[in-house]
């Protein structure tokens, strides 16, 4: 019998089960992290301002908006996120998710690895658009933290 402790951090949805498919895998990853991972509640709770994903080729977007003790995801961007991340070819945002990161995002090590530098090339290239990186590079690498599955 498991127990509900105070280290759980929960992934809701706003829409319920209308989420559309950036919204509903990004929702998932994060909740499997929270879950996989109970000390990146810490580092979700920093994030203060919400996070908007786009997906390029189908155009599908979602906002994630970080609290105390969930995070809730939104179909669209919603407001005025201050990190906006968009996925040009439809591939970038699983080779984001395998970075590697310590220290809840303050340590960058993924990016000195094959996948790191194929993100920043994607980056250098347009594939992979990161508005808010250069104003809000803490929000971006923490951002990072949560979504990677390592």
Do not use: W
Not at 36 to 48: D, L, V
Not at 73 to 78: I, M, Q, R
């Amino acid at each position: 019998m498991t127990q509900a402790t105070e280290d759980q951090y929960e992934c809701t949805f706003y829409s319920g089960g209308d989420a559309n498919g950036l919204a509903m895998l990004t929702g998932l990853l994060l909740q499997e992290n929270f879950q996989s991972f109970p000390g990146r509640r810490r580092t979700a709770t920093r994030i203060t301002r919400p996070v908007a994903l786009r997906e390029g080729v189908s155009g599908s977007a979602c906002t994630i908006l970080f609290g105390f003790d969930n995070a809730l995801v939104l179909n669209d961007v919603v407001g005025r996120p201050s990190v906006t991340v968009i996925d040009v070819t439809g591939d970038q945002l699983m080779t984001v998710s395998q970075l590697s990161m310590r220290a809840g995002g303050m340590l960058p090590t993924g990016f000195f690895s094959r996948q790191g530098m194929a993100v920043i090339r994607a980056i250098l290239r347009k594939e992979l658009i990161v508005k808010g990186l250069i104003t809000h590079p803490i929000a971006v690498l923490r951002f990072i933290a949560l979504m990677s599955v390592k």
